[in-house]
């Protein structure tokens, strides 16, 4: 009855030569695990379902001439751990799952005569990882003609034969002696139109950028017509082809991709049943690793009356519909910060929202269009010490009174870190989640901790006192709170720079208690 073994054991004598551990429970290779084995030359750990080869796994096997790993669970192998084993000659790596071929995996194997590498799950390498391996410069730079030769396994691997493999392709069919293929018949196992085809029945092309292109760029249909968008996208390798929309979202649409040629991919998005909020620019876009590119389609849709169409440079005109959104941070971070809002509509399914962002003394805002069914969006980016100010309306109304949260970034990098990145925004006002009074509270960047709790605790007595006395509730604008916080509510900044020199200890104290509720 054989006995099952997790790891390398202890009582194997230090003078084999050989070692032999096979379908056992060896999962893994640690560092140094063969190190005590100094005439080492022969080691089999085949079929074990090794998943981990420490990098110093083989350090101290100098005199290794082969080494088997086959049926193991490998998705990756750390190739310079093969610079301690200088002597290597063999190396069977077939039946795992292998993925990827590094530039640099063959560079520590100058005497490898063997390397199987078939039956594994690479689909795409560069013909310069064995261009750079030290056996093939020997035989074909150098012109020595005493090179040994060399078996190479590569076969039953589901390679992808689109342009990212046009050298490697080229490497295969062009070798010769001293290197030799175990399987010179390699096959395709993608894209769909060369499955079955060998290498040296296809000629790859050049990888090129996508472009994409569409027919017409300006569509006008009426009220509830299906409509449908084409783009072509032409691109090697294969482009990945998607739709974006102002709205952010499309309301079921439905997306179609058929193949036009090797080259060409056409994508159809479906419109059913157009609605006067589907009116807007719609952009196809196209990208592969090379790079990306787009076009867009204008719609416009006409009204009931057969009128002109809408104007193509904002969406649908709104009813001056008098509806309530309540808005707060929901997230913060030391990039930005995502806000949330709620609002009560009779047709939330076909409601759509406007959302005015930028700095607080810029006039003209950046217009973001929110279609039915988010009420999330997150700003990044923000540049420190800078006052900014964001809005939720309905539709393309402008920001009303209560629509807006005001806030200021950090002023400094140093000081978010020392706040363990918790607390960028420094400044918040809320317009409308918290029905803020007049004369509620302000910190501007130059306060510390002690103003912002300060101000909390202000917030939490005038939000009792709201409850009794709801008539009394105003709206305060940015600047009157920032003349509040000048008046009395925070110190000058010359005492908030002597507050920053305190101890590390009150600092340290109080970072994780600076955390506004919202």
């Known amino acids: 009855m054989e006995t099952a073994i997790y790891g390398i054991p202890e009582d194997i004598p230090e003078d084999f030569t050989k070692i032999r551990i096979e379908k056992s429970h060896l999962t893994e290779i640690p560092k140094s695990a063969f190190c005590r084995y100094k005439s080492l030359e022969h080691l089999?750990?085949?079929?074990?379902?090794?998943?981990?080869?420490?990098?110093?796994?083989?350090e101290g096997l100098s005199n290794l001439t082969e080494l088997r790993l086959e049926g193991n669970k490998l998705r990756s192998v750390p190739w310079t751990a093969f610079e301690d084993v200088p002597s290597l000659k063999i190396l069977d790596l077939k039946h795992n799952r292998l993925d990827v071929l590094p530039e640099h995996a063959l560079k520590f194997l100058p005497r490898l005569t063997y390397l199987d590498l078939s039956f594994n799950q690479l689909t795409v390498t560069s013909k310069e990882v064995f261009l750079k391996w030290p056996v093939y410069e020997t035989a074909f730079k150098s012109g020595e003609t005493a090179v040994p030769n060399v078996v190479l396994a590569?076969?039953?691997?589901?390679?992808?034969?689109?342009?990212?493999?046009?050298?490697?392709?080229?490497?295969?069919?062009?070798?010769?002696?001293?290197?030799?293929?175990?399987?010179?018949?390699?096959?395709?196992?993608?894209p769909e139109y060369m499955v079955g085809k060998f290498f040296h029945e296809i000629e790859l092309k050049t990888c090129t950028k996508p472009v994409a292109t569409t027919p017409s760029t300006n569509i006008t249909m009426p009220l509830g017509a299906n409509v449908t968008l084409p783009c072509f996208a032409m691109a090697r390798p294969e482009p990945a082809v998607w739709w974006t929309y102002g709205l952010k979202i499309l309301r079921g649409f439905h997306e179609f991709q058929t193949r036009v040629n090797e080259d060409t991919i056409k994508s159809e998005l479906v419109i059913p049943s157009l609605h006067l909020a589907d009116h807007g620019v719609y952009t196809c876009t196209a990208n592969n690793f090379i790079g990306n590119t787009s076009v867009s389609i204008l719609v416009d849709v006409k009204s009931p009356d057969g009128s002109h169409p809408l104007s193509p440079t904002f969406p649908a005109a709104a009813t001056e519909e008098n509806i309530y959104i309540?808005?707060?941070?929901?997230?913060?971070?030391?990039?930005?910060?995502?806000?949330?809002?709620?609002?009560?509509?009779?047709?939330?399914?076909?409601?759509?929202?406007?959302?005015?962002?930028?700095?607080?003394?810029?006039?003209?805002?950046?217009?973001?269009?929110?279609?039915?069914?988010?009420?999330?969006?997150?700003?990044?980016?923000?540049l420190p010490a800078t006052k900014y100010d964001i809005c939720v309306t309905l539709k393309n109304q402008a920001p009303r009174n209560g629509q807006c949260i005001v806030f200021v970034t950090g002023s400094d990098m140093s000081e978010m870190e020392q706040r363990e990145k918790l607390i960028h925004i420094v400044v918040i006002v809320l317009a409308m989640v918290l029905a803020v009074p007049a004369g509620m509270y302000a910190c501007t960047?130059?306060?510390?901790?002690?103003?912002?709790?300060?101000?909390?605790?202000?917030?939490?007595?005038?939000?009792?006192?709201?409850?009794?006395?709801?008539?009394?509730?105003?709206?305060?604008?940015?600047?009157?709170?920032?003349?509040?916080?000048?008046?009395?509510?925070?110190?000058d900044s010359s005492e908030g720079r002597k507050t920053r020199r305190r101890s590390d200890d009150r600092t340290q104290k109080t970072k994780f208690d600076r955390k506004p509720t919202i």
């Open 44 to 58: 089999w750990l085949n079929f074990n379902g090794i998943t981990i080869i420490h990098i110093k796994s083989l």
């Open 154 to 190: 590569l076969h039953d691997n589901p390679w992808f034969c689109d342009c990212r493999l046009k050298g490697f392709v080229e490497f295969v069919t062009s070798v010769s002696p001293p290197i030799i293929l175990m399987n010179s018949y390699l096959t395709c196992s993608g």
């Open 326 to 382: 309540d808005i707060r941070i929901a997230k913060q971070t030391v990039y930005g910060i995502t806000i949330e809002w709620y609002a009560v509509m009779e047709k939330p399914s076909e409601t759509w929202f406007t959302i005015h962002f930028g700095r607080y003394d810029t006039l003209k805002k950046e217009l973001i269009y929110i279609g039915p069914g988010i009420n999330t969006y997150s700003v990044t980016d923000l």
């Open 445 to 491: 960047t130059d306060t510390k901790f002690y103003c912002f709790e300060r101000g909390m605790e202000m917030w939490r007595n005038c939000r009792r006192a709201e409850q009794t006395d709801r008539q009394e509730e105003g709206q305060g604008t940015f600047d009157s709170l920032q003349a509040a916080s000048d008046e009395g509510l925070c110190k």
